[in-house]
């Protein structure tokens, strides 16, 4: 999963959140930094019955905020999303997808830009394509 500054840095260039079940998100700014969230539609918590760990399912919760709105929250984007959105990016800049490659203590991701070859590397693949994806939305479309 990528950090949460990479993904508030993606927000802020741009990156469009399709809310669906299933994605992951961060509420920054209200005491709750490090917790991720996910969006499901149905809660189970872990709980002890009768001293053995049980999933329970509660058809409703309640919690001291009613809602949030989706521009409050910040949207953590697994490694799939971020590289359909890469590739969607590139595709609007006839830019193409190269390669993930594992190197000995990190990922290579290499992008096909205007002719030229650029790499971003991470210690994991989520970051190493939100790096290239950030890059592609800084950029204006030409």
């Known amino acids: 999963m990528i950090s949460q500054a990479l993904a508030v840095q993606l927000k802020e260039a741009g990156l469009v959140w399709h809310t669906s079940v299933h994605d992951f998100f961060a509420i920054p700014d209200r005491d709750m930094d490090g ?22 399912f509660h058809g409703t919760s309640e919690w001291a905020m009613d809602y949030l709105l989706t521009h409050e929250a910040v949207w953590m984007p697994t490694e799939s999303q971020l590289r359909e959105n890469l590739e969607e990016e590139l595709a609007a800049r006839n830019g193409r997808f190269l390669q993930l490659q594992r190197q000995d203590e990190a990922y290579a991701c290499e992008i096909s830009l205007g002719g030229k070859r650029v790499q971003f590397t991470a210690v994991d693949p989520s970051e190493a394509y939100g790096q290239a994806l950030l890059e592609l939305l800084q950029q204006p479309i030409a």
């Open 35 to 56: 917790r991720i969230f996910v969006l499901s539609d149905m809660m189970v918590t872990m709980e002890l019955l009768r001293g053995w760990p049980a999933m329970m």
